[in-house]
């Protein structure tokens, strides 16, 4: 089965909001095998609507449209979906009871406007919406399904997980898909191309290998479409396994699985704990380990030293070694990762210093400039970077090659 | 003048990554008055892309293409793109000088897959890309312009940055466009629209108000085009003024700021300082703050006490009462909070410790309990929630809910 999301609503189009619920639906729809075949954002004008609509009912049998359900004027989206199917929208008393229910669990008048919020669409059906006052609606139509969900990530998740999918699992899907992915770290994408050439010359026509690359690891994903899933299966193993055995000891994953899980999971299995002592990553470090489940098992803690007071008071950082070195220096962030291990009790250290920018650079340390430093079981490890002018890449870029030092450094002392 | 911007990769559609390409090109075109029609996601399809370039070219002027110039054989855009324009590739021997220059600089032979990079559209012009090995194109072709930009986003924001957004300064525009923002917190979507309804309906045609809801703060977008600018900012500016005053103090800013900026632009104004004590925000409170540019001014640090022995050693939680109540407890949260002023030396301090998921539930505290506490000038004020199951969202919404419960006791305590 074919699908295609359109998001709707002028905050994407101006910028205003980054649409992450569009590669939410895509993960969500992919054990289906349904394939996203075009995710299109449109504003909230009605025939912009329309003109999505009918484009994208040509190329899919799912259409699903996110946004626009609002009460307020800027949301046409249901009156817009009434025309489309020459329908009219008539107002659903057991939504309406809901609506009025979530007011007056706040203590709060329903204001007039949310009325509206009950009115659905009379060709289909209510995917009543138990995390908000707009509901979702599904719509079989000339062949195709609609689905129309709100555009707010928690309601649209929680309407995507317990109405669309179970009913979506009814139908049987046309084309399948198999997948495998192999997670590389500290090989260069074009590196790892030349390496698995001949392998990926000869895959046959109906495989595809594809390069996921991101700073300091490249993803690999290998599928294949067709009608005997089994089969599938089986010949994109048998290649992915190929992949592997030619890739060696850069495969540190071959789940779908981010380079976090994957530490959290390695110093999980050996009882090894970590904790960050961070100034200019502010905390990203330990945010994207905890945003992750089962965090809690090898994470100990974090001190964002962002205050020089912070690095002394907390972490132990020598004042003689602010002074003579500054806070961005190869001294400063030996004693920040020893002080993190010791006062947070953790096996592992990271710790970050650096000019994040724009502001704060200086001739010699211009901004971009940062040191990092991971403390292990029998060495602390440095390194100074030289990245660019942009603050958020800097955080970024300064996380993912920490993590990447950690990596290295934990599986050098693998035993000790 | 009309843009669209069209995503080219398989790996948005599978939902492997975000686009956050798009928004930041919406953000940049918006001060040029280049409005976005339409973002479109497609596959490396050749007939997909083939079809994305014309259907775009109807309805825009300007076509900014992301994605798929990288060395593999997945990245199809440039021999796609010939073929839309009848046109060849031709060797740019300059960027090939560039492409080696950058294999030489770390140390490395160059594969030869990388040749190929050096291969530019014959009836175009390069936009050189220092930051990466990916030339971007420029195209004037049959009244529109496209512009061919590498996905990964370092590269693309700094080719749009000084190479794409500099020659579309010397075009001139067709339509104008004129924006205002309004931040409010502690309003809810509807409630807000009953308040401004009568404003809202008087508003002339050409002006339009859009909702920007997000948890516990909306943003209002007044906007109008035309061809005669300053007649439309002054009608905007007007117009927006109009609902200020209408609103009153839930107004907390009237520029295009994110409520962090609004924070750290008031406690850097009133000199007042902040540190953070997260247990299941892990840093993100931390992260939300740093990441803009001038926190340092106000921001001390962070400690992120995931383990007890974090909460005790660094913060000074006294062991009964964890014993005794917990660490999702208000008393922990209370002890926290005044432990990272104290040891981090700051006038406020926030402090979160919640059962973020989907693991670690109890009868009494099910997954979602979440107390947030914040130490002031004069008192510490703290609160309970129960959010949902969702452990993303559980960490957001504890975030949102903590600046938000901080911004409100900084207010209170002003003047003291």
Excluded at 70 to 75: E, H, I, R, S
Excluded at 113 to 120: T, Y
Excluded at 147 to 163: A, I, Q, T
Excluded at 231 to 246: D, F, K, M, N, P
């Amino acid at each position: 089965m074919k699908a295609e999301i359109i998001t709707i609503g002028d905050e994407i189009l101006l910028g205003q909001i980054v649409d992450s619920n569009s590669a939410w639906i895509a993960q969500a729809l992919l054990p289906l095998q349904i394939q996203i075949e075009q995710i299109t954002s449109i504003s909230d004008r009605q025939e912009h609507i329309l003109e999505a609509l009918q484009t994208a009912a040509q190329r899919a049998d799912l259409i699903i449209c996110t946004g626009g359900l609002g009460p307020t004027k800027d949301d046409v989206t249901k009156h817009t979906a009434a025309a489309y199917f020459q329908t009219s929208l008539v107002r659903n008393e057991e939504v309406l009871e809901h609506v009025r229910g979530i007011f007056a669990k706040f203590n709060r008048t329903m204001p007039d406007i949310n009325m509206g919020q009950a009115d659905v669409l009379a060709n289909g059906e209510v995917l009543f919406n138990d995390w908000g006052t707009a509901p979702g609606m599904w719509v079989a139509h000339e062949g195709k399904i609609y689905v129309f969900l709100p555009g707010v990530p928690f309601e649209m998740k929680n309407l995507m997980s317990h109405r669309v999918i179970p009913k979506l699992k009814a139908y049987p899907s046309l084309a399948k898909i198999a997948i495998r992915y192999i997670l590389t770290v500290g090989i260069g994408e074009s590196h790892l191309a030349e390496q698995i050439a001949d392998i990926e010359n000869a895959f046959p026509a109906h495989l595809h290998l594809a390069y996921l690359p991101k700073i300091g690891m490249v993803r690999l994903r290998v599928s294949a479409s067709g009608t005997d899933l089994a089969h599938l299966e089986e010949e994109v193993e048998q290649h992915t396994q190929q992949l592997i055995e030619r890739i060696g000891p850069a495969v540190v994953a071959r789940e779908d699985l981010s380079f976090e899980e994957v530490i959290i999971r390695a110093f999980s299995e050996d009882q090894v704990t970590l904790a960050t002592a961070e100034s200019c990553t502010g905390g990203n470090i330990a945010r994207l380990i905890t945003e992750i489940a089962g965090a809690s098992q090898m994470f100990q803690g974090a001190v964002v030293a962002y205050a020089n007071s912070a690095k002394m008071q907390v972490l132990g950082v020598a004042e003689e070694t602010l002074v003579n070195h500054g806070a961005v220096s190869e001294e400063t962030v030996i004693q920040m990762a020893q002080g993190a291990q010791q006062v947070l009790g953790a096996t592992y250290a990271i710790a970050t210093s650096g000019i994040a920018g724009p502001g704060g650079g200086s001739p010699e340390k211009p901004v971009g400039t940062v040191w990092v430093a991971i403390a292990g079981k029998n060495e602390t490890i440095t390194k100074r970077f030289q990245f660019h002018q942009d603050r958020l890449i800097n955080i970024e870029r300064t996380s993912t090659q920490a993590l990447l030092m950690l990596w290295n450094l934990f599986q050098k002392e693998k035993g000790f």
